[in-house]
């Protein structure tokens, strides 16, 4: 079995930032392409960042200046950087990853439960 566990969403003031991590438990033989997608209430869920294994990142163009992905392969676990929060940025953010667990040779893709994120003054 493998999980996708997250931390440290929470309530901010705009402008200000959090670091919400997200790491993978469990019966863990690679970790492929990784990423947190967010939802805001009444709209649809959306890519915010997404990394390689290699480190290769894409943005949504509006937190490109603001977000920053980061992962550590050897604790199974990816990082996202926000600065600069603004209102709009207020949803659940979820992680993603796409794992090969042992004795498998093929990629499963696995969501993990979400942490909010609340920017308010």
């Known amino acids: 079995q493998v999980q996708l566990v997250e931390s440290g969403g929470g309530l901010v003031q705009p402008g200000g930032s959090l670091r919400p991590s997200c790491s993978a438990s469990?019966?863990?033989?690679?970790?492929?392409?990784m990423g947190w997608y967010r939802q805001a209430p009444g709209k649809q869920r959306e890519l915010v960042a997404s990394?390689?294994?290699?480190?290769?990142?894409r943005y949504l163009d509006s937190v490109e200046d603001r977000f920053t992905i980061s992962r550590d392969n050897a604790k199974n676990t990816v990082y996202l950087q926000m600065d600069s929060l603004k209102l709009e940025d207020t949803a659940v953010y979820y992680c993603?990853?796409?794992?090969?667990?042992?004795?498998?040779?093929?990629?499963?893709?696995?969501w993990g439960q979400g942490t909010q994120v609340t920017v308010s003054s």
């Open positions: 990394i390689t294994r290699d480190g290769i990142t």
């Open positions: 993603n990853a796409d794992i090969i667990s042992w004795g498998q040779t093929k990629a499963r893709n696995y």
């Open positions: 469990g019966s863990v033989f690679d970790i492929l392409d």
